[in-house]
Nanobody, 126 residues
Framework: QVQLLESGGGLVQAGDSLTLSCAVS????????MGWFRQAPGEEREFVSR????????FYADSVKGRFTISKDAAKNTLYLQMNSLKPEDTAVYYC???????????????????WGQGTQVTVSS
């Protein structure tokens, strides 16, 4: 059983930084691709970022490219999302997710991912 637990959300002002964490249980961390998604009120859940099992390949949505950085610590079985220069439009519940197929070439759909965390709220005030 794979379990994902996000933390680190909160209320910040525009321009601030925040780092989200996702603790991953099980032996999946070294073999699964990991991703971050977000869902704003009334909106569909959208792709934010993805990282390969090795951590060498990373992918970002255009809306966060240059501001957000995804990373992982294999020793701690933890996934991170460093968010800089936050904007009010970044306000959402952020979810981490695990994909058993680490080598797929399309990865922005929620249906791509096999396991999900419960989410952590990020609110950015203007």
């Amino acid at each position: 059983q794979v379990q994902l637990l996000e933390s680190g959300g909160g209320l910040v002002q525009a321009g601030d930084s925040l780092t989200l964490s996702c603790a991953v249980s099980g032996r999946t961390f070294s073999s699964y691709a990991m991703g971050w998604f977000r869902q704003a009120p009334g909106e569909e859940r959208e792709f934010v970022s993805r990282i390969s099992p090795s951590g060498l390949s990373t992918f970002y949505a255009d809306s966060v490219k240059g501001r957000f950085t995804i990373s992982k610590d294999a020793a701690k079985n933890t996934l991170y999302l460093q968010m800089n220069s936050l904007k009010p439009e970044d306000t959402a519940v952020y979810y981490c997710a695990a994909d058993k197929d680490a080598f797929r070439t399309t990865y922005t759909s929620i249906w791509t991912y096999d396991y999900w965390g419960q989410g952590t709220q990020v609110t950015v005030s203007s």
